[in-house]
């Protein structure tokens, strides 16, 4: 298969799904307490990984809207990006992560190619490790900091809202419902 259509590039900033409900998908970032972060994960990461299942996971319902398992793809380097970059939160001062194209990572990565049931292995790794991650942090660790290349600047916490936000909406992108 050719490279398919791609997406018009999302440039938006995201960064307002930290503090208020997501219009689109209905996810509200407002009340998750910590200690549910890592099964929200799973809930979310779950959705997208029954996704794949379907016999229609490699099927765009549009030419420029991404098929299941383009979407479980970007999901799984979405759980294994952000697990390096609560590393470096955890570990380093202040850190400064690099860019991340993600529109780049789906055409050099092929996602349009790849297998979803090996898709869906893959993600249920990367978010159970993200997950033992969130797990894993303790007391003030969620307060410390993180800055994106453009600027925006995270702690632990909305760090994780925010990446809560992407499997939530990610999720609700391959609902059949959404989808027709």
């Not at 992560?97 to 050099?108: I, L, M, R, Y």
Request: proline share 9%; hydrophobic share 40%.
């Amino acid at each position: 298969m050719t490279t398919p259509a791609l997406p018009e590039p999302d440039e938006k900033d995201w960064t307002w799904v930290i503090h208020e409900p997501c219009p689109d998908c209905r996810f509200d970032p407002r009340p998750v307490q910590h200690a549910e972060v890592p099964e929200l994960t799973r809930r979310f990461t779950t959705v997208m990984r029954e996704a794949l299942a379907r016999p229609d996971a490699a099927v765009r319902p549009e030419p420029t809207v991404w098929a299941p398992v383009e979407y479980g793809c970007h999901v799984r380097d979405v759980c294994r990006l952000f697990g390096v970059r609560l590393d470096l939160m955890l570990t380093e001062d202040d850190p400064v992560f690099a860019n991340w194209d993600q529109d780049v990572t789906a055409v050099d990565e092929r996602y349009w190619e790849q297998q979803p049931a090996a898709v869906a292995g893959h993600l249920a790794e990367a978010a159970d490790a993200i997950a033992d991650a969130f797990a894993a942090v303790e007391g003030e660790q969620w307060q410390r900091p993180g800055r994106r290349s453009n600027g925006s600047v995270f702690t632990v916490d909305t760090f994780a809202r925010y990446f809560l936000h992407d499997l939530a909406h990610h999720a609700w992108d391959v609902t059949p419902a959404r989808r027709r």
